[in-house]
T-cell receptor
Framework: KAGVTQTPRYLIKTRGQQVTLSCSPI?????VSWYQQTPGQGLQFLFE???????NKGNFPGRFSGRQFSNSRSEMNVSTLELGDSALYLC?????????????FGDGTRLSIL | QQQVKQSPQSLIVQKGGISIINCAYE??????FPWYQQFPGKGPALLIA?????SEKKEGRFTISFNKSAKQFSLHIMDSQPGDSATYFC????????????FGAGTRLAVHP
């Protein structure tokens, strides 16, 4: 069974631009969560989608948004990029939309802002 | 608000030794506690997880010990190997709620041969 796939693996953008990251969950998984990983703040929850609905959102500005498609694939978008948005963005999928379910991570998209 | 505190920040263990990483949580609504292992350039990989109805869970060389009254849990890696050198994260979430994991700050483990 294929794991969680994130594309692209690396991305370089400049301040003020916007970016879209993609995540394909494990086949059959309906919940997709996004996390930001930085050396200073560690792993922080961005948002979770289940059945195309955002179920929960972390403490991030409105510039961070996402969506989920009917095939459970998800995208996240960051607009008006800032230097501080440089991070590893991780996607995790799980079978159900309940907490307490094993979540499996992809290898992330490394976003660098110049 | 840091809801999951992890220690130590870094750990050096000799091959064959026992690695112990500790975590403490504040929110008593948490009832699912996974541990993840992350290698450079890779995403976190789920190692083992525990729920508060058991005090210990073992999978191979990895054991989670859980102390509900103290709101603490720990990861023990027996017979540590150089291949175990990685960063380890504890996490917590509310079972029955949404899939929001609160992570500890991570422990960088180095196992020397």
């Amino acid at each position: 069974k294929a794991g969680v796939t994130q594309t692209p693996r690396y991305l370089i953008k400049t301040r003020g631009q916007q970016v879209t990251l993609s995540c394909s969950p494990i086949s059959g998984h309906r919940s997709v969560s996004w996390y930001q990983q930085t050396p200073g703040q560690g792993l922080q929850f961005l948002f979770e989608y289940f059945s195309e609905t955002q179920r929960n959102k972390g403490n991030f500005p409105g510039r961070f948004s996402g969506r989920q498609f009917s095939n459970s694939r998800s995208e996240m978008n960051v607009s008006t990029l800032e230097l501080g948005d440089s991070a590893l963005y991780l996607c995790a999928s799980s079978l159900a939309g309940q907490g307490g379910q094993p979540q499996h991570f992809g290898d992330g998209t490394r976003l660098s802002i110049l | 608000q840091q809801q999951v505190k992890q220690s130590p920040q870094s750990l050096i263990v000799q091959k064959g030794g026992i690695s112990i990483i500790n975590c403490a949580y504040e929110n008593t609504a948490f009832d699912y506690f996974p541990w993840y292992q992350q290698f450079p350039g890779k995403g976190p990989a789920l190692l083992i997880a525990i729920r508060p109805d058991v005090s210990e869970k073992k999978e191979g060389r990895f054991t989670i010990s859980f102390n509900k009254s103290a709101k603490q849990f720990s990861l023990h890696i027996m017979d540590s190997q150089p291949g175990d050198s990685a960063t380890y994260f504890c996490a917590a979430s509310k079972a029955g709620g949404y899939n929001k994991l609160i992570f500890g700050a991570g422990t960088r483990l180095a196992v020397h041969p």
